[in-house]
């Protein structure tokens, strides 16, 4: 049959080639994760939680041009209490 072509190509193997999507909100190219929102639009990670959270769309002076990523604590290392 006819299918709608869809804006990037699933059929590429194991996923390490990079995609060509940008953030409808926001316009970024950079994300852990793509999310898609209430339209089914593809939003980065930071918007799709941010709007889940707040309920309106992350404002674009929020974008970031590096993501970032919370250090791991090693191991063994007992969590710190905080009081």
């Given at each position: 049959?006819?299918?709608?072509?869809?804006?990037?190509?699933?059929?590429?193997?194991?996923?390490?080639?990079?995609?060509?999507?940008?953030?409808?909100?926001?316009?970024?190219?950079?994300?852990?994760?793509?999310?898609?929102?209430?339209?089914?639009?593809?939003?980065?990670?930071?918007?799709?939680?941010?709007?889940?959270?707040?309920?309106?769309?992350?404002?674009?002076?929020?974008?970031?041009?590096?993501?970032?990523?919370?250090?791991?604590?090693?191991?063994?290392?007992?969590?710190t209490r905080?009081?």
């Amino acid at each position: 049959g006819d299918e709608p072509k869809q804006p990037f190509d699933q059929q590429s193997g194991n996923g390490t080639k990079k995609v060509d999507m940008s953030c409808t909100n926001c316009g970024t190219m950079t994300t852990t994760i793509w999310r898609r929102n209430l339209k089914g639009e593809m939003v980065c990670n930071a918007c799709g939680l941010y709007y889940k959270l707040h309920g309106v769309n992350r404002p674009v002076t929020m974008r970031r041009d590096t993501i970032h990523t919370r250090r791991r604590r090693p191991k063994g290392e007992k969590p710190t209490r905080h009081r």
